[in-house]
């Protein structure tokens, strides 16, 4: 019992026995060593291989048998040639190509094609010249009234296109053995080069490779003359960006002017205010100075970059640009260090928090029903001039900006008879004795009159202070039974007032309501 082995020859499985298997694999060795491993050598073995696989094929259909043996080696290695016979055929000269031991097979050609190859696979196939073939077709065309076109049309369709060197040989008559698959490759070749060369040596190739080098060369012209037009032009942009962003900046830094002064997500920004003293609320002043030279380096250094590369790019004059970019970026480097330096030390200005809580019972044992007003605005006259912020809104009061917050009101439920108003202030500080101080400086006020009670509409921080998160929250606390009236101005302080009704806080004012055991209640008219 021998050993079988499975292979794959171009593409086909085949299973095979040992000794088979050892000879026709020192024989595939030997044309792999022979031919070589470029690619003219890999196209012929690749036909060899097409041509060996063929014949193995056509054995097993003759023979049925499922293994091909030692024999069938022989035989095709025979009918292929024995390398020994084509390695000595190389060395001679004109040795005409095997002919005569196979039947010729038709196939279309596709290599001498003027359509389908089908003439000149016929002409191949008779041994005549395919021009003669396509003259008679010609011919036949006319006179036939069209049948000899639907003819050629059957026969481009039913015969089969011959796509491997050895279907070609095929054609020709010749046996596809390994010289001539050899050769017929290599004179495909040689046929390529030379067309190749008779190509480049034509007058029409030089002419047009002169017209080609002379496009070429325009082409490059025009595009050269478009860069340098395209780069001054984007050069000349950086410029006015560069200037005008400069001169902005300058306008915003030390004359007064924002840059924002028109974008209304900001606020109202106007000549009124100096960027230098609306910061000076929320940075301390110590750390003013050295922050704003640091910005001014920051901010500007890149504009002036860019309005040198932009100037450079127009005017295509000479300097140390290595130079210049290392000291630009050295000053913006430091900048950028002293901004981070600056801002990290103002974060733990807010890392305590706390709240100072004032409460108050009014002295109004006989009210049964509250009033609660907005007091008047002392500051409506100096609002041409203001930058809103969240809760927040900065004025400018005799050319002087002054800080306003909005206070927040509730409405409780008393835990006694008395009506008690409760204000919460809250700040942020370094500490809890820096926040307590900052709380201090919160100035907030309220006035009573009878039954009315007169709320500011803002609360301030005094002269010079900082906003370190500062809050008022006030809150009413109403006896069960009470009532409190909310005038249609404190729209602008109330904020979230829980009752049954989940009335918004807007359709509360205006109206009167009553605390019951449930929490407030619209009450329509005091008569109820």
Same mark, same amino acid.
């Given at each position: 019992m021998k050993k079988t082995f499975t292979i794959n020859i171009s593409g086909s499985v085949f299973h095979i026995d040992e000794d088979a298997y050892e000879k026709l694999q020192s024989y595939l060795h030997m044309l792999t060593g022979h031919f070589g491993s470029d690619a003219d050598g890999r196209e012929i073995l690749q036909d060899i291989e097409a041509r060996i696989s063929e014949l193995f094929s056509q054995k097993m259909q003759d023979e049925e048998k499922d293994v091909i043996i030692e024999p069938w080696v022989d035989e095709v290695i025979a009918r292929m040639g024995k390398p020994e016979d084509f390695i000595e055929a190389e060395e001679m000269e004109d040795v005409p190509p095997v002919s005569g031991t196979v039947k010729r097979r038709m196939y279309r050609d596709p290599d001498?094609?003027?359509?389908?190859?089908?003439?000149?696979?016929?002409?191949?196939?008779?041994?005549?010249?395919?021009?003669v073939l396509r003259i008679i077709f010609f011919v036949l065309f006319w006179m036939s009234a069209g049948i000899a076109l639907l003819v050629y049309i059957l026969l481009w369709i039913a015969v089969p296109k011959a796509k491997t060197t050895a279907q070609r040989l095929e054609m020709r008559g010749q046996e596809a053995t390994v010289s001539n698959i050899e050769k017929s490759i290599k004179e495909e070749v040689k046929e390529v080069k030379e067309s190749y060369k008779r190509f480049r040596e034509s007058d029409s190739y030089n002419k047009g490779r002169e017209h080609v080098s002379r496009f070429g060369e325009v082409t490059y012209n025009i595009l050269k003359v478009t860069l340098k037009v395209l780069v001054i032009l984007f050069g000349a942009l950086l410029i006015f960006v560069g200037f005008f962003g400069l001169v902005s900046f300058i306008a915003s830094m030390f004359v007064g002017h924002s840059l924002m002064s028109?974008?209304?997500?900001?606020?109202?920004?106007?000549?009124?205010?100096?960027?230098?003293?609306?910061?000076?609320?929320?940075?301390?002043?110590?750390?003013?100075?050295?922050?704003?030279?640091?910005?001014?380096?920051?901010?500007?250094?890149?504009?002036?970059?860019?309005?040198?590369?932009?100037?450079?790019?127009?005017?295509?004059?000479?300097?140390?640009?290595?130079?210049?970019f290392l000291a630009g970026l050295g000053v913006w480097l430091v900048a950028l260090i002293t901004v981070i330096t600056v801002s990290l030390s103002q974060i733990d200005d807010y890392s305590k928090r706390t709240t100072v809580s004032q409460s108050q019972v009014l002295d109004c044992q006989g009210c049964k029903t509250l009033y609660l007003e907005l007091g008047e605005d002392v500051y409506k006259d100096n609002?041409?001039?203001?930058?809103?912020? /969240?809760? @927040?809104?900065? *004025?400018?009061?005799?050319? &002087?900006?002054?800080?306003l917050g909005n206070p927040r009101l509730d409405v409780e439920k008393s835990n006694n008879n008395d009506f008690v108003i409760l204000i919460r202030k809250k700040s942020r500080g370094s500490s809890q004795e820096t926040a307590n101080q900052h709380v201090e400086d919160i100035v907030y006020n309220f006035t009573q009159k009878d039954s009315v009670l007169y709320f500011d509409p803002y609360y301030t921080l005094g002269?010079?202070?900082?906003?370190?998160?500062?809050?008022?929250?006030?809150?009413?606390?109403?006896?069960?039974?009470?009532?409190?009236?909310?005038? /249609?101005? @404190?729209?602008? *302080?109330?904020?979230?007032? &829980?009752?049954?009704?989940?009335?918004w806080d807007g359709d509360m004012v205006g109206k009167f309501w009553e605390m019951t055991r449930l929490g407030l209640e619209e009450k329509k008219s005091l008569a109820e």
């Open positions: 001498h094609r003027i359509l389908g190859g089908v003439c000149s696979g016929m002409g191949a196939y008779f041994n005549i010249d395919p021009v028109a974008a209304p997500w900001v606020g109202h920004w106007g000549p009124e205010f100096h960027m230098p003293e609306v910061v000076n609320f929320f940075i301390a002043p110590g750390s003013m100075t050295i922050l704003m030279i640091a910005v001014a380096f920051l901010v500007g250094i890149p504009l002036l970059a860019i309005l040198f590369i932009g100037t450079k790019m127009v005017f295509r004059f000479k300097s140390n640009n290595k130079m210049v609002y041409g001039y203001e930058m809103d912020l /969240e809760r @927040m809104k900065v *004025i400018s009061e005799n050319g &002087e900006p002054i800080l002269t010079g202070k900082r906003w370190l998160g500062q809050e008022v929250d006030i809150t009413v606390k109403v006896p069960e039974g009470k009532t409190i009236y909310l005038g /249609e101005e @404190m729209v602008k *302080i109330i904020y979230d007032i &829980e009752n049954v009704s989940n009335t």
